[in-house]
Antibody, heavy 121, light 107 residues
Framework: EVHLMESGGGLVQPGGSLRISCAAS????????MSWVRQAPGKGLEWVSS????????YYADSVKGRFTISRDNSKSTLNLQMNSLNAEDTATYYC??????????????WGQGTLVTVSS | DIQMTQSPFSLSASVGDRVTITCRAS??????LNWYQQKPGKAPKLLIY???SLQSGVPSRFSGSESGTDFTLTITSLQVEDFATYYC?????????FGGGTKVEIE
């Protein structure tokens, strides 16, 4: 059974940094593109970033480009998101999502339960 | 960016009703359209991918269709567990974008 578990969320001050992670199990992690999708409180869904199976290709939403870095450790079946220069607009629940296949970045067949990131002073 | 316009914003329905939600893309996205269901406090769940393919384990009362840039999610015979918010999402080009959501409430 596919399982994705996010961790690392919490309260951070504006301008601060945070690293969130997603532990994957139940499938061959290294065979799938992975993504982060976020949802601000009471709002809709917003794609944040995606990464290729080997980690060499990454994509970012304009709203986070230059501030966020996605990475993966296939030996540990872990997906990461390093978030710098955080602002209030980054407050959201961040979901880890598994793509359909190695080259499929934007169809998400499984999602984690999310981790809440709150940016506030 | 491709804009996804979803309607209605919300709807009230009764158990057993047939429900239709529509999503219009601002440009051609072929059949690269997915539908998700989200319940309060939970992660989204994929229902339909590639416009009309039913995700494994999803009840057959859910179906999707496409006509040009217009896409439809249909729930035949609405069940109690179907009351939720539904989102469409295009996976045709980057950035992938979502519709604003449709909240299906009990009448």
């Amino acid at each position: 059974e596919v399982h994705l578990m996010e961790s690392g969320g919490g309260l951070v001050q504006p301008g601060g940094s945070l690293r969130i992670s997603c532990a994957a199990s139940g499938f061959t992690f290294s065979n799938y593109a992975m993504s982060w999708v976020r949802q601000a409180p009471g709002k809709g869904l917003e794609w944040v970033s995606s990464i290729s199976i080997a980690g060499g290709t990454t994509y970012y939403a304009d709203s986070v480009k230059g501030r966020f870095t996605i990475s993966r450790d296939n030996s540990k079946s872990t997906l990461n998101l390093q978030m710098n220069s955080l602002n209030a607009e980054d407050t959201a629940t961040y979901y880890c999502a598994k793509g359909l296949g190695p080259g499929n970045y934007y169809e998400w067949h499984y999602w984690g339960q999310g981790t809440l990131v709150t940016v506030s002073s | 960016d491709i804009q996804m316009t979803q309607s209605p914003f919300s709807l009230s329905a009764s158990v057993g009703d047939r429900v239709t939600i529509t999503c219009r893309a601002s440009q051609s996205i072929s059949r690269n359209l997915n539908w998700y269901q989200q319940k309060p406090g939970k992660a989204p769940k994929l229902l339909i991918y590639s416009a009309s393919s039913l995700q494994s384990g999803v009840p057959s009362r859910f179906s999707g269709s496409e006509s040009g840039t217009d896409f439809t999610l249909t729930i035949t015979s609405l069940q109690v567990e179907d009351f939720a918010t539904y989102y469409c999402q295009q996976s045709y080009s980057s950035p992938p974008t979502f519709g604003g959501g449709t909240k299906v409430e009990i009448e």
